[in-house]
């Protein structure tokens, strides 16, 4: 039974499925017919080719990319798909948790409760000296970010090895706008002791990497420390406009592009244990 071919109406019929639906999923791989007459062009498929397609339009169902979904229906067996599936649901979850406390952050916004948001933030201002910094620039968009910048900085602080140490904490600069649509360019900065060294490095790099070597200027910065749990989005988002409000109500202007600052070790900390400062250059 599992031979007899079926006429694309008749198996779509089978497997509930729509006839544009399967030359989708034949177009991408996922569901291709078992049989092409070469004259007409018509598709046959088989009887036990309808389980698949029933698989693959439930995987649908849950929302999940046709990418994700060839991961699940060509795993090597029943127990590797399944762990497929749970990944997925995982990162959908995860997804939902970050879109339902964003939900909450923009109620308080809109509702006008702004000025009890950034209240639990403390801001104070403290000045840094010149500093010579090993960076990496990219284009980054949000979902991005936070490997980028834990890779990025992982490259920076072994390359200091070579340019006389970490003189400071690490940082990442913000010189627009990273969200889901905007992808910055955002810029990873170590610190470092020796600038002819620093320089060497960054000429035996190439352009493998947007990577050079800057001097910064002695400056002052307005921050508000937060803790691990609080730089996961959009909590941030509240802590860059706490120190936002603050800086003109305080004679301020600001002078540069925000930044995080992160002076903790980010894998041994917990998640209420202080990890980084949201900064502004101010004049």
């Not at 039974?1 to 999923?25: H, Q, V």
């Not at 004259?39 to 990418?67: F, K, T, W």
Request: charged share 25%; hydrophobic share 45%; net charge negative.
């Amino acid at each position: 039974m599992d031979d007899e071919l079926l006429t694309i109406g008749a198996f779509a019929a089978r497997a509930r499925l729509s006839a544009k639906a399967l030359r989708l999923y034949d177009r991408l791989g996922l569901l291709p017919p078992a049989h092409v007459d070469e004259a007409s062009g018509y598709r046959y498929y088989r009887v036990g080719q309808i389980e698949r397609a029933r698989l693959v339009a439930l995987l649908r169902q849950l929302d999940m990319p046709l990418a994700r979904v060839a991961e699940v229906v060509e795993a090597p067996d029943g127990a590797a798909a399944a762990d497929r599936l749970t990944a997925y649901w995982a990162d959908v979850e995860a997804r939902v948790a970050g879109q339902r406390t964003l939900a909450e952050y923009l109620r308080g916004r809109l509702s006008g409760r702004s000025s009890e948001m950034y209240g639990k933030f403390v801001v104070e201002t403290v000045d840094v000296p010149e500093q010579v910094l090993i960076t990496e620039t990219r284009h980054v968009l949000a979902g991005e970010l936070p490997a980028w910048i834990g890779a990025s900085l992982g490259r920076l602080e072994e390359a200091a090895k070579e340019c006389g140490g970490i003189t400071a904490a690490p940082f990442v600069v913000y010189h627009s706008d990273v969200s889901m649509e905007s992808d910055g360019p955002a810029e990873s900065c170590v610190p470092v002791a020796d600038e002819a060294a620093a320089r060497a490095w960054v000429e035996k790099q190439g352009r493998a990497r947007e990577t050079k070597v800057r001097v910064e200027p002695a400056q002052r910065l307005a921050y508000t420390r937060i803790t691990k749990a609080q730089v996961a989005h959009p909590q941030i988002l509240a802590a860059f406009e706490a120190v936002e409000e603050w800086i003109p109500e305080h004679g301020l202007w600001q002078a540069g592009p925000c930044r995080e600052v992160y002076f903790a070790d980010w894998a041994a900390a917990g998640a209420e244990d202080p990890v980084c400062d949201v900064a502004f250059p101010v004049r």
